[in-house]
């Protein structure tokens, strides 16, 4: 059948059925870690291009989360959503401008399926057998078979929560022995805050819980809060304070903490909240497990810290807007089984008909790098069995720059960007989305996700749909070693290679030691020369190996050439299971 539509689709039997507003076109699977969740509403041009996303034949279905042991037959309930405004700020930014593009340049309906788990890794989304089949990922199964028979119940069945909490007290700058100011003890019948505010749950992220007042609290009388109900390992309830009703912020830089008291079944933690933090890494104390005593919790503002997956942005005592308390269920141990996401979010869709899959994901696997060479072509390699499609597209994006560079050291990022490159030079109708360009070296989740998105609609373009355009940046060919330089070729140079800003930089030499000297780099013809004085005898090149590395070459389409090593020599993450 041809692309288009809408159409009504009829089923007649003893009865008729008719499914209206049915679309033909191509479907493209999105899945990964928190960039590639993360919404368009957090990206840079949000403001500008949610009014403009309105894509009546551009379609968001986004899998529930689910861990399962075993492959499911289907998601749990979700349904497609029409390309609107309000549909689009939700939904993956680097999915939805992959989809935008796709859309206007193919003229047909884009489906897009987000199956995807912020903080996830690869294994969880690769089939048991794949990892089973590979020794050097063994491992991580037999991490899995070792653990305790609570953690892999939990995996499988939810676990029965219900924690209470009372009488909630401000601790003044003099200290415990200060006159403490209450916040809120429910005693009044409500859930109000004594600033003004009031405490909320978040009722639709876990519809198996409840938050309730009940009586009496813990002198005896009035009242407490209490959370219970049942929670799977796919989300922590939330119990939120705010310090005034409109969610404005309060000085609190007159008092050193907070005391409240628990007790019950579950684990608790204690976050605060402030402006200048947007990407959920709040200042948080250390998770504590409730006892069925009341038991009294201390919480000194001195010691709350940020888990540091986030921006590290100092803690603004004179504005919170407000408290968290995140209740997760009382398990041992903190590992996902390995398969888990891949039973539960891919196996249900494998029998879709889909076109291909874009890849965002390998922070959490970056102290893994050189296992994740073999890591993520067995993954695909999985799901193409699983789907009995052989070669369908698979385009990967490649992590961004981040973090700190020390000199010429050895970088786990660098090697985890290096084994997607080997991925997608190795296997067969994969692509790779560099993005070296992109990142924020004191981000993780960095919000430039448009050119992210734009370069992997490039690469399918290019690819699965013919179109003759350059849709790749500069990647390594192959090296020759003269007397004292080496001449790096590269593939996908366009119409020439570019130092963008100047003087070529980024690359670094090694003679027979195995130490690397920065180099002075020039480019000629299609070719990029490479020596340095310190190493007479170079055998080996490097380029933009660091975590956040100062490097500029590209084609002279404005595709940024994606990091690269010439040797093969064991680097910080060799060894690593």
């Known amino acids: 059948m041809h692309a288009g539509g809408p159409f009504t689709l009829s089923v007649r039997g003893k009865k008729a059925v008719e499914v209206k507003d049915v679309l033909l076109g191509e479907v493209w699977i999105a899945s990964g870690q928190s960039n590639m969740t993360y919404a ?33 037959e289907n998601t749990l309930p979700a349904a497609w959503e029409v390309c609107t405004p309000d549909t689009a700020k939700i939904f993956s930014a680097v999915a939805y401008y992959f989809g935008r593009d796709l859309h206007k340049a193919l003229n047909v309906p884009i489906g897009i399926i987000l199956s995807s788990w912020p903080g996830s890794a690869g294994e969880e989304w ?16 037999q991490r899995w078979e070792v653990e305790p028979a609570g953690v892999k119940a939990f995996a499988a069945e939810p676990a029965e929560i219900s924690v209470e909490f009372d009488d909630f007290e401000l601790l003044p700058a003099a200290g415990s022995a200060g006159t403490p100011t209450l916040f809120s003890n429910f005693d009044d019948g409500s859930s109000r805050t004594e600033t003004g ?121 004179n504005a919170l807007t407000g408290f968290l308390i995140n209740i997760t269920a009382p398990i041992e141990g903190e590992d996902r089984p390995p398969s888990g996401l891949y039973h539960g979010m891919i196996a249900p869709l494998e029998k879709y008909r889909i076109r291909g899959a874009i890849w ?150 090694a003679g027979a030691d195995k130490k690397f000297h920065w180099a002075s780099a020039y480019i000629e013809g299609d070719e990029v020369v490479v020596s340095s004085k310190e190493v007479s005898a170079p055998t080996a090149v490097r380029y933009a190996w660091a975590n956040n590395p100062d490097c500029n070459l590209y084609n002279k389409h404005g595709l940024p050439a994606s990091p690269f090593r010439t040797d093969d020599w064991a680097g910080a993450s060799a060894g690593k299971r």
């Open 40 to 72: 368009l509403s957090g990206a840079t041009g949000a403001a500008e291009e949610i009014p403009a996303a309105n894509y009546p034949q551009m379609r968001f279905f986004t899998v529930p989360k689910k861990i399962a042991l075993t492959p499911q």
């Open 126 to 141: 690769t089939d048991l057998n794949s990892l089973r089949r590979e020794p050097v990922l063994r491992p991580i199964v």
């Open 197 to 317: 505010g009031v405490w909320t749950y978040n009722w639709s992220e876990v519809p198996n819980t409840s938050f309730q007042l009940v009586s009496p609290g813990r002198g005896g009388s009035g009242y407490a809060a209490r959370v219970e109900g049942r929670l799977d390992g796919t989300s922590s309830s939330s119990f939120h304070a705010s310090f005034k009703s409109d969610g404005s912020p309060q000085d609190l830089s007159t008092f050193l903490g907070i005391r409240f008291w628990v007790r019950g079944k579950g684990s608790v933690q204690f976050q605060t909240l402030q402006p200048t933090i947007s990407d959920w890494d709040n200042y948080s104390a250390e998770a504590i497990r409730a006892t069925p005593e009341w038991q009294e919790v201390t919480i000194w503002f001195k010691d709350l810290r940020q888990a540091g997956w986030g921006v590290v942005e100092p803690f603004t005592a």
């Open 360 to 509: 965002y994901q390998g922070e959490s696997n970056t102290g893994r790098a050189e296992q994740y060479r073999t890591l993520l072509p067995s993954m695909i390699q999985g799901w193409r069995k699983g789907f009995d499609e052989p070669d369908f597209p698979f385009l990967i994006v490649q992590l961004p720059n981040f973090g700190t560079s020390p000199e010429l050291g050895n970088s786990i990022w660098a090697e985890l960007r290096d084994a997607q490159l080997w991925t997608a030079k190795t296997v067969p109708n994969t692509g790779l989305a560099v993005t070296i360009d992109v990142g924020d070296p004191k981000n993780l989740h960095p919000p430039r996700k448009a050119e992210i998105g734009e370069r992997l609609a490039l690469w399918a373009l290019g690819t699965t749909y013919g179109h003759k355009i350059v849709y790749s940046g500069p990647l390594y060919d192959s090296m020759k070693a003269g007397e004292n330089e080496i001449r790096i070729r590269f593939r996908y140079t366009g119409d020439g290679l570019e130092a963008q800003g100047g003087t070529l930089k980024g690359f670094s030499v």
